[in-house]
């Protein structure tokens, strides 16, 4: 069922973007391959936001709650605020385009997620780190090479938070190894 909902939401996601590069392509284009390509490119970008955003979140509810380190919960708590606030302006965004807001992630196995103490913590602030590096390659590349002037825009707007939860996670890693040795 939920690769069902999934497909679904990627092919509203592909027709409301392509409609979206079709209305935006100067007259008389008669290459609509290239704004299909385009379309899929930000189609494959808004899903893969939406996907992370509420992946975000729920990581940080469950490093919220297992925490054991003061500093790693107040950042788990910064990513609950900063990427449900970011998850609203995307949503809002892509209902814009008439198209359907993804589902719900699911809860990946990872390694991180069954330590405990000290060593959830290092944990998870590794996963934050990682995560964060792929987030922003992610997000640059559709501002600087998005056709969807929306989204470019959306995804430009959430860099510096996106770049500030990386300082954070690498200070905070580099803490929690110093406490260690």
């Excluded at 297992?66 to 919960?73: E, F, G, L, T």
């Excluded at 944990?123 to 600087?144: G, P, S, T, W, Y």
Aim: aromatic letters at 4%; zero cysteines.
């Amino acid at each position: 069922m939920r690769r069902i909902s999934t497909f679904l939401v990627t092919a509203a996601l592909a027709s409301a973007m392509s409609a979206g590069a079709a209305a935006q392509a100067p007259r008389g284009e008669s290459d609509h391959g290239t704004a299909m390509k385009s379309a899929s490119a930000d189609t494959t970008f808004a899903q893969k936001a939406a996907m992370g955003g509420k992946k975000e979140v729920t990581e940080g509810k469950f490093a919220a709650a297992k925490a054991a380190n003061a500093d790693v919960k107040a950042f788990a708590n910064r990513l609950v605020k900063d990427h449900s606030a970011a998850n609203l302006e995307l949503m809002k965004l892509m209902k814009g385009k008439r198209v359907a807001a993804s589902p719900e992630p699911k809860a990946e196995p990872q390694a991180w997620r069954s330590q405990s103490g000290a060593a959830f913590d290092r944990a998870f602030i590794e996963h934050a780190v990682e995560d964060h590096e792929q987030d922003i390659a992610l997000f640059e590349a559709e501002a600087k090479d998005g056709s969807d002037p929306a989204l470019k825009e959306w995804a430009a707007k959430q860099l510096p938070t996106l770049r500030e939860h990386l300082k954070a996670a690498q200070d905070l890693k580099s803490k929690l190894q110093s406490t260690t040795r």
